[in-house]
């Protein structure tokens, strides 16, 4: 499915959590509702689940039913309200069919012989039947205490004869798979309308209709047919913070997602679906939780059934809202082993062709591709007719791109028949054996390739508190703003994945691993690398792999607790998806000659090979890298038995990487930088040689090899090779004579001799906070440029965010870096409010003094009620819009989601409002956006109404909304000209200015569509006899 059947309440509600553009909600959002499937919130589970499952602890393996021992009578009542309808039933034959256990194999099979259809929109059909707000509740649900009207996934309760026959009409056109209705069917999705305690009973009871539709068209065609249960990707993220102002804040956890989706798998395996699709993943972290929910179901509970895995490609850009590339995002899910992978939703097929094709070439899965009927028009409907859309796909399909095809957004019947008969005569695509044989993949926001012929990868090691000073100051005084700076730094200085380690005596290590991977997060320079989970303890580390959506590395586990301590942990560790560092300890302690080394690592090796099912290519081992010139003669050949070891290693554990925490070995020489990476760079000459792949070093101070002083070189290989029984001594004497040295990378601080806007423009798209208090009051100080503070917001700072807008708007930028601009723009706008506050008390005293008397408030520059209107749950532009009229002295009033109108005019008249503004994302909110232009000329309010949204546009706003409204009507773009707009229309004179050029364009528009037409009508009727009728809704 995807985010258009999402209830309108829910879309906005995902809205609510990511602080991003208009912009980003258009390219991501476009109606799902209208085109196809649905969306939806996540929160615990629900009390009936609860009673199902709990009444006494017993959970069987089964095929596709619950069997509760103690309590078969509550079962039965609790299926017993799924079908309330009885015609239902009537069409199902009295001889179930009998589904082979085997339904991977089955798929397989065809997937090799065709190409496989999936089905289109349900959303789409759904509001073809334009249900009102009786229709949802029907009988059962008719004192509900919330509205319902835009929860889809009820009608699988209130209609069901309607989902049925939508199953059943996407059947009968040829689709193999159809989705269940259940989108929206996790407890957080469902909590928006008070209706989590029905998230098992939901997804049920639609995946029991869809059952009945696949059996009776089976039994009628002869062809089998299949049920997806449909996993949607909630209206959370855990990859992103709903808090400009706290980017490490997540209003959702890793684990009340697992516990969700586990909910409602189990609620779509009980009703009978052959299949798990989580789908329209626009954040690959949330489907990470999805499919660890999966995986643990099939370990405990559940036989094993197919996964299929589609993600969501935002814009042209090629990234997921949560700034993944596919390819990484490919590498991410993979763990999974999905059959099938692939794409779907916010796009169309034109725009998703190079996409879909970047899949295929990086995954040895089957490949499945359900865009929308093209991009939406102005007014959020889509325009590719069947013929169309099928003639692109066809196009996918004679290039073999594809191996199951289908329709998302916009999409109905008669284009899944068109899309069926267009694909029937291509071959499809085969998939190969192995993409990338014996290499290990690894990803951040982009994708890492560690094969046979990588260089040595770099693993940053400074965010480690136990092994530098400064970052272990800087956490344990809160200050993680600040040790982010350290990260960015090693990624600068060249570490190809970034290690984090909290393990200190004082600090709570797993808030602290949570705190500072969400914060990373939000850092797209960071974070584009894959990192290292680095911790002692597993909580730690799991902490951390909650909140990293990329695949990351954990450091480490051991056999030093035992095998089933080792295989749990790495059981654990395969769920996430994760490689893993393997230490050469076991029960009886570290190794520290080269024959137990290789020992401890070839029987950890065959423990995670043989009985976890760990892929040998992301298996690491760590022969310990342990410190050498400690006076002890014991440790003098630590490091010749650690490249011993790692030759050993490489030639008789196929697929397995070395590394180790360079550091370690160079320990006695703590405080002399210049000795120190003199050692590492000796040390890893000749351990890269014998095979080692990667380490822990301070990237960016390592000196060349040839680089280091002669005589220094010598003596780091006396004491490496130990051919020297002075050379500790030796060394030391040299560590005297060149004091703590140390090289420290140099940043290009050359941008710094630019004007202040310059600096001010470069730091915001940059995202860099170190300048710009100070240069915001250096242009602050400019009194002839800007005489009130507010001009500097105004001026050179709004102006850079015009530029992060533009840059983002043509996908130069994505969302962590917008994230990280605004961030920027809140610390300028922060040090400028004490003297606009100061400002304001003047324009007080002054007052008074002339013997006016001033009312006391807290409007600012003006006070903005903003909404995103009834049926509508999504406000990602809303928040963003929020945070920068609030950044510019704006008192904002935000009403949040799913407001109904009342609510909206009765706010503006008691916060005595200057300007209205109202958010939406899918086709029913542009409805609702002209009732509220209309009730506000009824109730003749004199307020701007300002207009935005994903599928708000100019042209929408001028035919139908501001006709409605006598006052201003405006349609923002996105929330950097918010404040443009605003400060315009409080001042008179700007006022009158703007409403002259926004009057002419809009007669201009206006004249333009009605126009087109014209045109469009008369072309219609001289090519009435070939083409189909278009009627458009003007």
């Not at 993600?311 to 042209?316: L, Q, S």
């Not at 180790?660 to 320990?667: D, I, K, Q, R, Y």
């Amino acid at each position: 499915m995807g985010l258009g059947n999402l209830s309108t309440r829910q879309k906005v509600a995902l809205a609510m959590t990511v602080p991003t553009s208009f912009v980003l909600l258009y390219l991501l959002f476009r109606r799902r509702s209208q085109g196809a499937k649905q969306l939806g919130n996540v929160t615990g589970r629900g009390a009936e689940m609860n009673q199902i499952q709990n009444e006494d602890g017993q959970k069987l393996k089964n095929n596709g039913d619950v069997v509760n021992k103690s309590s078969p009578e509550g079962a039965e009542k609790h299926d017993s309200k799924c079908l309330p309808e009885q015609r239902i039933t009537e069409t199902v034959s009295q001889k179930p069919i009998q589904r082979k256990s085997d339904v991977a194999a089955e798929i397989k099979k065809t997937l090799k012989e065709r190409i496989m259809i999936m089905d289109g929109g349900m959303g789409t059909m759904i509001q073809g039947h334009k249900f009102d707000e009786a229709a949802f509740r029907g009988e059962e649900f008719k004192d509900h205490s919330k509205p319902l009207k835009g929860n889809n996934d009820l009608l699988s309760l209130t209609k069901p004869e309607v989902i049925y026959q939508i199953h059943k009409d996407y059947l009968e056109a040829g689709a193999d798979f159809v989705e269940t209705n259940t989108f929206s069917g996790t407890s957080i999705a469902q909590a928006d309308y008070a209706m989590e305690h029905l998230a098992y009973r939901l997804n049920k009871c639609s995946a029991e209709l869809a059952r009945r539709a696949v059996d009776d068209v089976t039994r009628e065609t002869g062809v089998k047919r299949y049920v997806a249960g449909a996993l949607g990707p909630t209206n959370r993220t855990l990859s992103i913070s709903p808090s400009v102002e706290q980017p490490e804040y997540r209003n959702i956890t890793f684990d009340e997602l697992v516990k969700a989706y586990q909910e409602q798998a189990r609620g779509l395996l009980d009703g009978g679906s052959d299949i798990l699709m989580v789908e329209t993943i626009f954040d690959t972290l949330n489907s990470k939780a999805a499919l660890y929910a999966i995986q643990e179901l099939f370990e405990t509970d559940y036989q094993e059934v197919p996964v299929f895995v589609s993600g969501t490609i935002v814009d042209k850009s090629g990234r997921t809202l949560s700034g993944q590339t596919g390819d990484a995002f490919v590498v991410s899910v993979s763990h999974a082993r999905p059959i099938c992978l692939g794409l779907n939703c916010a796009l169309g097929a034109t725009e998703m062709r190079p996409f879909i094709e970047n899949i295929g070439l990086n995954t040895s899965a089957y490949v499945l591709c359900y865009p929308n009927a093209g991009l939406p028009n102005t007014f959020g409907d889509y325009d590719e007719t069947p013929e169309m859309m099928a003639g692109h796909l066809s196009g996918f399909a004679r290039d073999g791109l594809v191996n199951i095809v289908g329709g998302c957004c916009g999409t109905t019947p008669t284009h899944i028949k068109a899309i069926a008969e267009a694909v029937k005569p291509f071959k499809p695509r085969i998939p190969p054996a192995d993409i990338h044989p014996e290499a290990m993949m690894l990803s951040g926001l982009e994708p890492m390739i560690v094969g046979k012929h990588t260089l040595f990868v770099n693993i940053g090691e400074r965010c480690n508190v136990a092994g530098s000073r400064k970052f272990a100051k800087l956490i344990t005084n809160g200050q993680y703003e600040e040790a982010l700076s350290i990260a960015k730094a090693q990624v600068e200085a060249g570490a190809q994945v970034l290690d984090i380690n909290m393990d200190e005596g004082m600090l709570d290590g797993v808030k602290a691993m949570t705190k500072f991977v969400n914060l990373v997060s939000s850092e797209p320079d960071i974070c584009k690398v894959p990192l290292c989970i680095d911790s002692s303890k597993f909580a730690v580390i799991e902490a951390g792999l909650k909140c990293t959506q990329g695949k990351c590395i954990v450091n480490s586990i051991s056999l030093k607790e035992g095998e089933e301590d080792f295989l749990k942990k790495a059981q654990t560790i395969k769920r996430h998806g994760a490689a893993v560092v393997v230490m050469a300890f076991d029960e009886t302690g570290q190794a520290t000659e080269s024959d137990r080394k290789v020992e401890i690592c070839t029987r950890s090796y065959n423990l995670l090979v043989h009985k976890v099912g760990f892929n040998p290519n992301d298996i690491i081992f760590d022969p310990n890298i342990l410190t050498i010139a400690t006076g002890m003669e014991e440790h003098n050949e630590y490091g010749i038995n650690f490249i011993e070891a790692t030759k050993m290693i490489k030639s008789t554990l196929p697929g397995a990487r070395i590394s180790g925490g360079l550091s370690n070995l160079s320990f006695s020489f703590r405080g002399k930088g210049v000795i120190r990476e003199a050692m590492h760079s000796v040390f890893l000459y000749h351990a890269i040689k014998a095979g080692m792949d990667m380490g822990i070093v301070n990237a960016g101070a390592l000196p060349l090899y040839d680089d280091i002083d002669p005589k220094l070189l010598r003596l780091c290989e006396d004491l490496l090779w130990n051919k020297d029984p002075e050379a500790t001594e030796k060394l030391l004497e040299f560590a005297e004579t060149v004091g703590k040295g140390g090289k420290k990378a140099t940043e290009d601080l050359s941008w710094r001799n630019e004007s202040v806007e310059s600096r001010l423009a470069h730091s915001l798209v940059k995202g860099i906070d170190k300048f710009v208090v100070e240069d915001t009051e250096e242009a602050r100080q400019n009194t002839d440029l800007y005489p009130r503070p507010l001009n500097v917001i105004e001026g050179p700072l709004m102006k850079g965010m015009s530029v992060v807008g533009d840059l983002f708007g043509a996908g130069k930028m994505f969302l962590p870096q917008v994230i990280k601009s605004a961030r920027v723009m809140k610390k300028a706008v922060g040090h400028l409010l004490p003297f606009l506050e100061k400002e304001k008390q003047e324009r007080r005293e002054q007052a008074l003094l002339d013997g006016i008397v001033l009312e006391e408030d807290d409007a600012g520059s003006g006070t903005v009620v903003i909404a995103t209107v009834k049926g509508d749950v999504h406000d990602i532009g809303k928040n963003i819009v929020a945070v920068v009229l609030g950044c510019n002295n704006y008192k904002v009033i935000d009403l949040g989601v799913m407001t109904p109108c009342d609510k909206i005019l009765q706010t503006a008249i008691e916060q005595k409002a200057d300007i209205v503004g109202l958010s939406g994302l899918i086709t029913p909110s542009l409805d609702e956006m002209i009732h509220v232009a209309k009730e506000m000329e009824r109730l003749g309010f004199k307020l701007p109404l300002l207009i935005g949204g994903a599928t708000t546009s100019k042209t929408h706003t001028a035919v139908k909304i501001a006709p409605c409204y006598s006052q201003p009507t405006i349609h923002v773009l996105d929330a950097s000209k918010s404040v443009v707009v605003c400060s315009s229309l409080m001042d008179e004179g700007q006022k009158e200015e703007l409403m002259e050029d926004i009057n002419e364009e809009y007669d201009e528009i206006r004249e333009e569509h009605y126009d087109s037409l014209k045109v469009c009508k008369h072309s219609l009727m001289v090519w009435e006899p070939m083409h189909p009728v278009f009627i458009f809704d003007g």
